[in-house]
């Protein structure tokens, strides 16, 4: 076996090719980025009063009640707006995790992170 020096044509291409490795998983991250911040989980209550929905970090980003929804009492509204945002944030994380997942491999230690992440982050 020869050494990475004692073939300089062999070591020059073996850095291109590292290089452009490098250069395509960067343009990868770049475009996961993007979808990841375009996307937004939804979720709405069982009988429509809230509609939630939640980016992958699980903010809220839009609340909506139905007309019906002042109707409830304010300790009922209330716990029903937190599931639902919380639902929102569910359905944005597996969304998230699909993306990445497609983009890096389901086994990738990419992937693992962020499912770990999501995993003590949206219960």
Do not use: C, N, W
């Not at 020059?12 to 490098?22: G, K, L, S, T």
């Not at 839009?62 to 007309?67: F, I, K, V, W």
């Not at 944005?92 to 995993?119: C, I, K, M, W």
């Amino acid at each position: 076996m020869t050494s990475f020096y004692d073939d300089p044509d062999a070591a020059i291409e073996r850095v291109q090719a590292d290089i452009r490795a490098a250069q395509e998983r960067a343009v990868k991250a770049a475009e996961v980025k993007d979808a990841l911040d375009r996307l937004r989980g939804r979720a709405r209550s069982p009988r429509g009063e809230v509609t939630a929905e939640a980016d992958p970090s699980g903010q809220l980003v839009d609340l909506q009640l139905a007309d019906g929804a002042t109707d409830l009492a304010p300790r009922d509204l209330a716990a029903l707006i937190v599931e639902t945002v919380r639902a929102a944030g569910r359905d944005a994380g597996r969304q998230a995790l699909a993306v990445t997942a497609d983009a890096f491999g389901a086994e990738s230690p990419v992937t693992e992170h962020l499912r770990g992440e999501l995993a003590g982050r949206l219960r």
